[in-house]
């Protein structure tokens, strides 16, 4: 009888090949760019909290590079450890660098450009959606429009930017891969770090300072109310 040992590299080997025969039949070229699990979509839009949508369990990020026309790599995992890129060239599966072994036995359907499924071995399914680029997206749900502060002064929080005064502006990003005080929300300028808090139509910022930005300040630097 053929050992344990044997029998899993088996059972691997038969899961990449479905893999491949998957990609094969169904035809679809992937769309270059990010994708995110469906569950971190719904999770971050409810919750306006990309601590608690990073905590799902991975992978819940992934991105589809092209390097040739029918050569690409996809490449599964999450924003703060590490990944596992498939990689294939002209359609043909030609190998990957497995950061968790044990993420190679699952499958994948391809159902658009848009679209695909990962499927692992007890038949537990996780579908991911195009989001171009998820700092982008990320902020499209956030924070796009323009506010009042509780002081009287106007923001607007564009993709790139936030304004302050309709004057002043800054470029930003949100912190995504969890490296700031831990459970809490982040944005970040060139210069600064403010954790955030969303509740309805009201957004809090407040100022993280310390060596290694751990230190939250207890009072609300701006109390932002979202007009449009």
């Known amino acids: 009888m053929p050992s344990v040992r044997a029998h899993k590299q088996n059972m691997r080997t038969l899961l990449l090949i479905f893999f491949f025969v998957n990609l094969l039949t169904a035809q679809v070229r992937l769309r270059d760019g990010e994708f995110l699990s469906s569950e971190y979509i719904e999770v971050l839009k409810r919750s306006k909290s990309p601590a608690e949508a990073g905590g799902l369990a991975s992978p819940y990020v992934a991105r589809v590079e ?14 703060h450890e590490g990944e ?54 990320a902020k499209s749900i956030l924070f796009l429009g323009v ?9 607007r929080f564009t ?52 060596t290694d930005n751990t230190i939250v300040a207890k009072k609300a630097k701006w109390i932002l109310n979202k007009i449009n």
């Open 84 to 137: 596992t890129s498939l990689s294939f060239e002209n359609n043909k599966f030609v190998g990957v660098t497995p950061q968790w072994p044990s993420n190679i036995d699952f499958s994948i359907i391809l159902v658009s450009p848009t679209q695909f499924i990962v499927k692992d071995k007890s038949n537990y399914k996780k579908s991911f959606i195009y989001v171009g680029d998820t700092q982008l997206w």
């Open 147 to 155: 506010y009042n502060s509780s002081g009287g002064q106007s923001f």
């Open 66 to 79: 092209f390097v040739a026309d029918s050569s690409f790599n996809l490449v599964l995992g999450n924003f």
């Open 159 to 210: 993709e790139t930017h936030f304004y302050y005064n309709k004057i002043d502006s800054t470029s930003y990003k949100v912190l995504l891969d969890l490296m700031g005080p831990p459970g809490v929300d982040c944005i970040y300028t060139p210069k600064d770090m403010f954790a955030f808090k969303i509740i309805g139509r009201t957004f809090k910022l407040y100022k993280v300072y310390g």
